[in-house]
């Protein structure tokens, strides 16, 4: 079992920056895959970025290419999600996602991900 804490949301102004960090305990003893989700009021559970175990390979939604940046310390077993260049429309619970080697052609999809965290409120003020 893996346990995963985020932290880091708060309320930020637009076009300011936010990072957020997702650490990782429990049964950890391989690198696992990692990605972060995002959901607003009554909406799904969305896509925003993903990395490999190895940290290696990245994968970004289309509305965050550019401006979101994800990252890890395996040293330390957090994830990190630098956000720049926020828009109102980022605003959402933000969600650390954690599985034990997910499939390439799925990193998108919540269901790809065992392990979630309690996940961390993001509002942007326009």
């Known amino acids: 079992q893996v346990q995963l804490v985020e932290s880091g949301g708060r309320l930020v102004q637009a076009g300011g920056s936010l990072r957020l960090s997702c650490v990782a305990s429990?049964?950890?003893?391989?690198?696992?895959?990692m990605g972060w989700f995002r959901q607003g009021p009554g909406k799904e559970r969305d896509f925003v970025a993903a990395i490999t175990g190895d940290g290696s390979t990245t994968f970004y939604a289309d509305s965050v290419k550019g401006r979101f940046t994800i990252s890890r310390d395996n040293a330390k077993n957090t994830v990190y999600l630098q956000m720049n260049s926020l828009k109102p429309e980022d605003t959402a619970v933000y969600y650390c996602a954690a599985d034990h080697g997910f499939l390439f052609s799925t990193y998108d999809r919540a269901r790809s991900y065992n392990y979630w965290g309690q996940g961390t409120q993001v509002t942007v003020s326009s």
């Open positions: 429990g049964r950890t003893g391989k690198n696992i895959d």
